[in-house]
């Protein structure tokens, strides 16, 4: 009986894209974002997330950007954000341009440096404000975690302040290697948050190398989180993201991404 329901996740999870992070190819970013997009689809990546810097793009150029990846058949379903994003200021904006993307989520990439429990449920009720002006446009905000939020503060986790106040449509982007790195348990935060793991930064990371190591040479168990993340979780899609490592950025990524098909299956 066990056996039945990964059973069941492994003939689902056949249909969740595998996408990446393209803070991981930033530097070929920067240089041709055509070019670089063009090259992870070729790979056979099937989404990519942009972050921050696409919030200075125009309507226009978001339009083009959309235009490639219809033609190279891949998907944003996201994008990474700084706080401005969702202010009065800059919410429009962010919306347009993720519509225009397609884009189904705006997460929050880093609140920045946080002192207190109040401060984390500052940001989370700013979060929920923006989160009923997107509803409507068919949008939904999304918090991205670094290892501050595993690491206690006043005596309680940030993570389980942010979970706790956040609306519970509001996606749970689980960073994998800095929930590793802080020594916290993303395979029991999973199952503690059914429903709100839609997107996950498959992202290893070891003690000896930190994150210089390709996806499965750290110490995740990506088993398990699979199993956790198609059972309970809800994932929606998967987003490799490296941050460095003994190879070029392209090369890398190509790397990774054969390692999570190795590790996967069905891909």
Excluded at 17 to 36: A, F, I, W
Excluded at 94 to 112: E, I
Excluded at 149 to 168: H, I, N
């Amino acid at each position: 009986m066990a056996a039945a329901p990964l059973a069941a996740a492994a003939s689902a999870s056949k249909s969740i894209p595998v996408g990446l992070e393209l803070y991981s190819v930033r530097d070929d970013l920067k240089k041709d974002l055509m070019g670089t997009v063009r090259g992870v689809a070729r790979m056979g990546y099937q989404c990519v997330e942009f972050y921050s810097p696409y919030h200075d793009w125009t309507t226009d150029y978001a339009a083009k950007v959309r235009a490639e990846l219809d033609e190279l058949d891949i998907h944003c379903y996201s994008t990474h954000n700084g706080s401005n994003s969702f202010t009065p200021q800059g919410l429009g904006k962010a919306m347009d341009l993720n519509k225009t993307l397609g884009s189904r989520y705006m997460v929050l990439a880093s609140p920045g440096e946080l002192r207190s429990l109040d401060d984390y449920k500052r940001v989370a009720e700013t979060l929920n404000r923006a989160n009923d002006t997107m509803k409507p446009q068919g949008l939904h905000a999304g918090y991205h975690n670094h290892d501050a939020e595993w690491r206690p503060v006043e005596g309680r986790r940030p993570m389980e302040v942010l979970s706790a106040t956040l609306d519970k449509d509001i996606m749970l982007q689980l960073d994998v290697g800095t929930c590793l790195e802080a020594g916290g348990d993303p395979v029991a935060w999973v199952k503690q948050n059914p429903g709100r793991i839609r997107s996950m930064h498959v992202k290893d990371w070891s003690p000896q190398r930190g994150y210089k190591v390709l996806t499965g040479e750290g110490i995740a168990p990506w088993k398990k989180l699979f199993a956790a993340a198609e059972t309970t979780g809800g994932i929606e899609y998967y987003l490799i993201e490296q941050e460095g490592s003994d190879y070029l950025e392209m090369e890398t990524v190509e790397k990774c991404l054969a390692a999570f098909r190795k590790l996967h299956g069905g891909r």
